[in-house]
């Protein structure tokens, strides 16, 4: 049931072509930042405005809406989300990346590959690839549209010297179309080689800095690297304890004070999905049946 | 009238009548009763608490409605008050592995031993006025409760520690300085930023913190464990030759897990930033520990950026709100002999300046 | 094809600069050519340093052009310019915190001009990190130190080596022994002149003290109150100088 005291998805319509002239603007630049005149939301900066903006701007009445944070659709921010759409917007949501139209995330990509027609909205806390080297906002516009990228190599160069490898392990930066060096949001770097190449379209919305930026389907997105030194996906190295997945992004669950660890599926409707066709993992529980 | 040449006295005795007609407001509404505040505006009487310095939240109710709802006025008037209490002795340190947990997360784990509890948080409320609460006579809500967790909830960076991934803390018993009894001398220690942080202006240390989220004294902070719960205090007893609970105080503590230092010859591990405060106050504590991590750089080799938030005596003189209302508000105060004396000099710098000019004119 | 040899690296056309009713620099010409080291001296206000500036792009002339290899550096658009100053032009500053990276490590430092030309493999950029700080006579085992961690006389060799590093055909230099002791500078000097001869620099080298220019120009120009009074050969202009204000200075100042 949506709520009649606001317009559909919550925004009013002006707003909302404002926020999709901002999008098309960033699919037509892959990778540019684009600034938009961000509203206040009924949730604080930094949870997610950018990402419930754009998501806003996106829906129609026939989308069908996954939310999920850290992968997962119980978790509370990613609750929090899914019921303010189901208030405002009253469309149908699930937790099944297949049956989805719009995906909300924040810090993971879903594991099962996305399809054409789908939309995937990243929440975006910092746009600024630069920013950690340069904290003006006057001076990283000009790097990136001179193109003067040498300070982020020279990042990655003193990571190598002083930690024998690129100690950056989420929010990796790419290049996107070999133009615009870019921050994938704090996505793990595991899941960097899905952004390019990708099928769906990727929207980046960050609200407290005002910036909207976009991947169009099939986009070419490089994660920087050395040639001797290549940039690495990595993860924990272990299989699921509840599926039993080799290739998946896990959680460190720690079990007990006594140092006891389990790990699991980050995404949980990859996990589950995987439980119900029979997968197990270490710690499954016995079958009863 | 602005005038302090004659009758002040007459004018000070009738503006606090005044001011004390204007608290009291509309005589048809019901005066607040100091429970009323005390219960009902909880996180404001925390604040008080946390920047007054003093545990009492009644006390700290009175100082609210005094101020009128002026909580750095109202924080004043703990200050002043707590100055003039005697001094008996000093608690033992707090032991907060011990508290009783009425909120506890953390962003680092998904799941932790002791469970992660939500408590009564604005997390995820949305943002909308719920105008059901114009109306009153509403019936009392009530939640769902669940018998306390009999596990231990140990600190979530004490996990980390066992697997040696933290900064080792480094143990003291020596006596802290005391901020209350000494003056703020620099360099400061860390224990004395910490005083300082902890009762330190909420807005000044979380627009700090959040400079060093921006990039100006970056420190790549995760929230290990935020807790919040009730402590007991104990103290010596020289009399009785042991400690004995005096009392419990609610406490908001956080402990950030932050970028790693090290090289290739030395492991890295993460650093570790530090906040405590009074009461519920998610965000001082949360603020508290960004600055307190930010303004470590030197011990842990890190390189001065010229960040406002890695200067010390830069946070540190300027985070008391207290000082710095006083300060502020005195250039309202009468200036006249000194901007008689201003006048005086302006006067006659245009005078020459001019004089030329019309010489050259004639 | 014409040989480069034979025309003018840089050529500058009436150059002017103006701070409202203050002169800067006023009417300045000249030619540079490959290989060849050009001393621009006078004393502190004489417009040098503001002549320094135009020519580098670091400040917009009034009037004048200035071309480079037959482009008008004051026409071009701000991307060329800027590829051209971390390509084929360098500037060393006179103090080297103003040339250097402080929080990063001296391979870093030599290393980011390569990087930012597209360099993209680590142990390369390192070996020359490691070859540019042999040139410069800094131990090797020092590329991983900060600047800050160096002094004076090796941050502002350090400061040459990643200005050097990319083989740039022009470079600025402005006092670039300027905050040294004497014993410093003379082997700055010394390392300055080899590098210079054996990698065929153009420079212009903007300098106070006429015992530099003496050593390293292979012509001078003499400014006062932002005009050029006198231009000429090293020799020529500090052994026989023409005009009075140069006779003024080359005998109260000159004690080589």
């Known amino acids: 049931m949506s709520d009649q005291a606001y317009n559909f998805a919550y925004l009013d319509e002006a707003t909302k072509r404002m926020i999709r002239r901002a999008i098309l603007k960033g699919l037509a630049v892959p990778g540019y930042q684009v600034p938009f005149a961000s509203r206040e939301m009924p949730m604080p900066y930094g949870w997610g405005t950018g990402g419930v903006q754009v998501t806003a701007a996106c829906l129609t009445p026939e989308d069908t809406l996954k939310v999920i944070d850290q992968g997962a659709d119980d978790t509370t921010n990613a609750v929090s989300i899914r019921t303010f759409f189901e208030r405002t917007a009253g469309v149908a949501t699930t937790t099944q990346t297949a049956q989805a139209s719009v995906i909300q995330t924040r810090h993971r990509i879903p594991e099962e590959p996305l399809r054409a027609g789908q939309i995937l909205v990243y929440q975006v806390p910092i746009p600024e690839p630069l920013r950690f080297l340069e904290p003006r906002e006057s001076e990283t516009r000009k790097m990136h549209a001179l193109e003067e990228y040498g300070l982020m190599h020279v990042k990655l160069y003193e990571d190598i010297a002083r930690h024998g490898e690129i100690s950056t392990a989420y929010a990796y930066p790419v290049r996107v179309e070999g133009r615009y060096v870019m921050d994938p949001s704090p996505i793990p770097k595991f899941d960097n080689p899905k952004l390019g190449n990708c099928p769906a379209i990727q929207l980046f919305g960050a609200g407290r800095e005002q910036r909207i930026y976009a991947l169009p389907p099939y986009c070419d997105v490089v994660s920087l690297d050395f040639e001797d030194h290549p940039f690495t996906p990595s993860k924990a190295d272990h299989d699921c304890d509840l599926c039993g997945c080799a290739t998946s992004y896990l959680d460190e669950v720690i079990t007990d004070d006594q140092g006891g660890r389990m790990f699991v599926c980050s995404d949980t409707d990859f996990c589950e999905t995987r439980r119900d066709a029979g997968h197990r993992g270490r710690l499954s529980p016995e079958e009863t049946a | ?362 | ?256």
């Open chain 2, 1 to 362: 009238m602005y005038v302090a040449t004659k009758g002040g006295e007459r004018a000070i005795e009738a503006a606090h009548a005044w001011l004390a007609e204007e608290r009291r407001g509309d005589p048809a509404v019901p005066e607040l009763s100091l429970a009323q505040i005390r219960e009902q505006m909880a996180l404001a009487v925390n604040r008080v608490m946390a920047e007054g310095s003093l545990f009492d939240p009644d006390l700290a109710a009175l100082a609210i409605k005094q101020a009128r709802g002026d909580l750095i006025e109202a924080i004043f008037l703990i200050r002043a008050y707590r100055t003039t209490l005697p001094r008996f002795g000093a608690s033992l340190p707090i032991a907060t592995e011990d508290m009783a947990i009425t909120r506890r997360v953390s962003a680092t784990f998904k799941d932790i031993p002791g469970g992660q509890i939500l408590g009564p948080t604005f997390d995820y409320t949305h943002r909308l006025l719920d105008f059901k609460l114009a109306a009153e006579g509403a019936p009392v809500p009530t939640a769902a409760c669940k018998p306390a967790d009999a596990n231990p909830a140990p600190h979530i960076l004490a996990l980390l520690d066992r697997d040696e991934l933290m900064e080792p803390l480094e143990h003291s018993d020596a006596t802290p300085p005391d901020l209350t009894r000494e003056p703020l001398e620099m360099p400061a220690e860390r224990a004395l930023r910490l005083q300082a942080l902890t009762r330190g202006d909420e807005g000044f240390v979380l627009s700090m913190a959040y400079s060093t989220q921006r990039g100006y004294g970056r420190t790549h902070a995760f929230v290990g464990e935020l807790r919040i719960g009730r402590c007991a205090v104990e103290m010596d007893i020289p009399e009785l030759g042991f400690s004995v609970e005096i009392g419990e105080v609610e406490l908001s503590e956080c402990e950030t897990v932050n970028q790693f230092t090290g090289s290739k010859t030395e492991p890295p591990q993460f650093t570790r930033g530090y906040g405590l405060v009074f009461g519920q106050n998610e965000r001082k504590a949360i603020s508290m520990s960004l600055v307190d991590r930010a303004l470590r750089w030197q011990e842990l080799g890190e390189d001065d950026t010229g960040a406002p938030a890695q200067d010390a005596e830069f946070v540190l003189y300027h985070c008391d709100n207290i000082q710095a209302t006083g300060f502020l508000e005195h250039i309202k105060l009468p200036h006249y002999v000194d901007f008689q004396s201003e006048l005086e000099l302006i006067r006659r710098l245009r005078r020459d300046a001019k004089a030329p000019q019309q010489e050259a004119a004639q």
């Open chain 3, 1 to 256: 094809m014409k040989d480069l040899r034979d025309t003018p690296l840089l050529v500058v056309e009436d150059l002017s600069k103006r701070y409202g009713a203050r002169i800067g620099c006023v009417d300045v010409s000249f030619d540079l050519w490959p290989g060849e080291v050009l001393g621009i001296v006078g004393e502190s206000g004489s417009g040098k340093s503001t002549l320094l500036s135009c020519l580098a792009g670091q400040l917009a002339p009034d009037t004048g052009r200035v071309l480079y290899q037959g482009h008008d550096t004051l026409e071009m658009g701000e991307p060329q310019r800027r590829t051209l100053a971390r390509t084929d032009w360098a500037f060393v500053h006179q103090n080297p915190r103003d040339g250097l990276r402080m929080g990063v490590s001296a391979g870093g430092n030599v290393g980011e001009r390569l990087m930012a030309v597209g360099a993209r493999n680590y142990g390369a950029i390192r070996e020359a990190a490691t070859d540019w700080l042999g040139r410069v006579e800094i131990d090797a085992t020092r590329i991983d130190d900060r600047p800050r961690q160096f002094s004076g006389g090796m941050q502002q060799r350090l400061q040459i080596a990643r200005n050097l590093v990319t083989a740039p055909k022009l470079v600025f230099m402005d006092e670039p022994t300027g905050g040294l002791d004497v014993s410093v500078q003379a082997r700055l000097l010394d390392l300055l002149r080899g590098l210079v001869r054996d990698m065929g620099l153009s420079v212009i080298l903007v300098t106070h003290d006429l015992a530099v220019a003496r050593l390293l120009a292979d012509r001078l120009m003499v400014m006062q109150g932002g005009h050029v009074i006198e231009q000429g050969l090293t020799d020529q202009v500090l052994d026989d100088p023409q005009a009075p204000y140069t006779q003024l200075l080359v005998s109260s100042v000159l004690q080589v």
